[in-house]
């Protein structure tokens, strides 16, 4: 399954399955850019970071990629747990912009279903 | 126990009044942030702190006065609230100011303005 950020803010998918949530990001001037994953009640937990000198990071079970030339980030996750259930923000820092300091998305939640 | 934390979780409490949150850090971070989270907007940055008796508005300031007198505390005021200021806070905190280093996040606090 594939979501399109603010576009589609629900992606449901299999549990096993593999998911990829999308991120549009506005500021070519952004250098530095995080997932954050949010359960529900809960705040915001670190998942994986990447800087604008590289295109992919891996982490445990999850990768994100980064294409500057259109401004565009994507988190996979994979064998989609039902753990994994909860609304994942990407953010971004603009080195130029407000101080450098982190602006997160909108948000796209995930659903995983048994 | 060590980290982050927010005082108090859920607050009701009437347009015109005073209200205080508090948030705690006991990393000896420098950098501190109020966010206020929205169905539709995301997470949206109220203020942040770089240190001690340094402070600095975010995305979202009128309505809210900070203080950091001291480096493990950031309370956030609302001096007269408003139904519009109805939302879930979270505070954070970053050694690297979100320069580089991800955010520690809070638990988040429900305040209803009635």
């Known amino acids: 399954g594939e979501s399109v950020g603010l576009h589609l803010p629900t992606l449901s998918v299999q549990e096993g399955d593999n998911s990829i949530i999308n991120c549009a990001y506005s500021?070519?001037?952004?250098?530095?850019f995080i997932w954050y994953k949010q359960e529900s009640g809960k705040g915001p937990q670190f998942i994986i970071d990447?800087?604008?000198?590289?295109d992919k990071r891996q982490g445990q079970r999850v990768t994100v990629l980064l294409n500057k030339t259109v401004k565009h980030l994507s988190l996979q996750i994979a064998a989609t747990q039902p753990g994994d259930s909860a609304v994942y923000f990407c953010?971004?820092?603009?080195?130029?912009?407000?101080?450098?300091?982190?602006?997160f998305g909108q948000g796209t939640e995930l659903s995983v279903k048994p | 126990d060590a980290g982050i934390t927010q005082s108090p979780r859920y607050k009701i409490t009437e347009t015109g009044r005073q209200v205080t949150l508090m948030c705690h850090q006991t990393?000896?971070?420098?950098?501190m942030f109020w966010y206020r989270q929205d169905l539709g907007h995301g997470l949206r940055l109220i203020y942040y702190?770089?240190?001690?008796?340094?402070?600095d508005k975010g995305e979202v300031p009128d309505g809210y006065v900070v203080s950091r007198s001291k480096t493990e505390n950031f309370p956030l005021t609302l001096e007269s609230a408003t139904r519009s200021q109805t939302s879930v806070y979270f505070c954070?905190?970053?050694?690297?100011?979100?320069?580089?280093?991800?955010?520690?996040f809070g638990e988040g606090s429900r305040l209803t303005v009635l």
């Open positions: 500021n070519s001037a952004s250098d530095y």
């Open positions: 990393w000896s971070h420098s950098y």
């Open positions: 954070a905190s970053s050694d690297a100011g979100g320069l580089g280093g991800e955010l520690f």
């Open positions: 953010a971004e820092r603009a080195f130029y912009n407000q101080g450098g300091k982190l602006i």
């Open positions: 990447i800087r604008s000198n590289m």
């Open positions: 702190s770089a240190a001690a008796d340094i402070t």
